[in-house]
Nanobody, 124 residues
């Protein structure tokens, strides 16, 4: 079992920044593929970025150059630095982990553990 707890969401104006954090439980968490996903009201959940246990990352095209995913394996914390925020970035942001399997891909259905989410609201 993996338990995930997000924090760091909030309300900001367009162009602002936030740093989202996700604390993962368990000693094996450092070996998991982890990712950030988001869901806007009335829309499907979508991938934002993923990072494997070695630190290799993949991003959605819509956030490349603005968002940075990173992990601190010693502390079992996943981060998402979100800069140059736009109103269309508004939504619930979820941390997720994939335990098992050789891949680390930005696909919602690939992940088997999810946090409760943290809300990001960007006003214009």
């Amino acid at each position: 079992q993996v338990q995930l707890a997000e924090s760091g969401g909030g309300s900001v104006q367009a162009g602002g920044s936030l740093r989202l954090s996700c604390r993962a439980s368990g000693d094996r968490a450092r070996r998991d593929c982890m990712g950030w996903f988001r869901q806007a009201p009335g829309k499907a959940r979508e991938a934002v970025a993923v990072v494997d246990s070695a630190g290799s990352t993949r991003y959605a095209d819509s956030v490349k150059g603005r968002f940075t995913i990173s992990r601190d394996n010693a502390k079992n914390i996943l981060y998402l630095q979100v800069d140059s925020l736009k109103p269309e970035d508004t939504g619930a942001y979820y941390c997720a982990a994939r335990r098992g399997g050789p891949l680390c891909v930005p696909v919602v259905g690939y992940f088997n553990y999810w946090g409760q989410g943290t809300q990001v609201i960007v006003s214009s």
